[in-house]
């Protein structure tokens, strides 16, 4: 696509239950990134993916996250048992690989979670 | 691990102004790259200017330019002419080759008429 798209762009959930967030990069980018940034706050890292190799999860802030990406191209992030807590804007981006990554990544317009 | 830290929570200027935003990091590597991000409402970040460490040379972007101070790890971004347009939240991040990118807590910066 033209450009980084994520899904859904609000999502309201109730507290307890599990949500997906999608994110669809823009095609022919092996690099792919999610952060979360909740109110009034900057970017906190959370997962990257490079091509077929184990994604970086250093970032996930507890086992209830989880994201894979399949095919290289679509992810998508896990949200188990949502608290209060994960209410933020999840933003997803993409770069063409990770020499190029130094170039900059390209961001989605992001999921804003809401757990009431 | 590298940090970011921005000062300014909040600045304003007026239009056809000039204004800079602080940003400082922490890092002992010696090759790394620095950037600034705008976030408009729409919450779509869009890069507004990139350096290089290795560069002595201070980037520019038509109205937006950086001063990289590397010995004293700051790197502020200086907006000329503001514009409305240029009201957002603007982020420095920071970046070691191949890895992931830190951000700043992000300066909200309003641009009045």
């Known amino acids: 696509g033209a450009g980084v798209s994520q899904s859904p762009s609000n999502k309201v959930t109730e507290k307890g239950k599990d949500v997906e967030l999608r994110c669809d990069p823009i095609?022919?980018?092996?690099?792919l990134y999610w952060y979360r940034q909740s109110l009034g706050q900057g970017l906190e890292f959370l997962i990257y993916?490079?091509?077929?190799?184990?994604?970086?999860k250093s970032g996930l802030p507890s086992d209830r996250f989880s994201a894979e990406r399949t095919g290289g191209s679509v992810s998508t992030l896990t949200i188990q048992r949502t608290q209060q807590e994960d209410s933020a804007v999840y933003l997803c981006?993409?770069?063409?690989?990770?020499?190029?990554?130094?170039?900059?990544?390209?961001f989605g317009s992001g999921t804003r979670l809401t757990v009431v | 691990a590298q940090t970011v830290t921005q000062s300014q929570p909040e600045m304003s200027v007026q239009e056809a102004e000039t204004v800079t935003l602080s940003c400082t990091y922490d890092?002992?590597?010696?090759?790394?790259?620095l950037f600034w991000y705008k976030q408009p409402p729409s919450r779509q970040m869009i890069l507004v200017i990139r350096?290089?460490?290795?560069?002595?040379q201070n980037a520019t972007e038509n109205r937006f330019s950086v001063n990289f101070q590397k010995a004293a790890k700051s790197f502020s971004l200086k907006i000329s002419d503001s514009q409305l347009g240029d009201t957002a939240m603007y982020f420095c991040?920071?970046?070691?080759?191949?890895?992931?990118?830190?951000f700043g807590a992000g300066t909200r910066l309003t641009v009045k008429p």
């Open positions: 350096q290089e460490a290795y560069k002595q």
């Open positions: 981006a993409s770069s063409l690989g990770y020499r190029d990554s130094n170039y900059g990544y390209t």
């Open positions: 890092t002992s590597e010696n090759n790394y790259y």
């Open positions: 095609s022919g980018h092996t690099a």
């Open positions: 993916f490079q091509g077929n190799s184990a994604p970086d």
């Open positions: 991040a920071f970046m070691k080759p191949i890895r992931d990118m830190r």
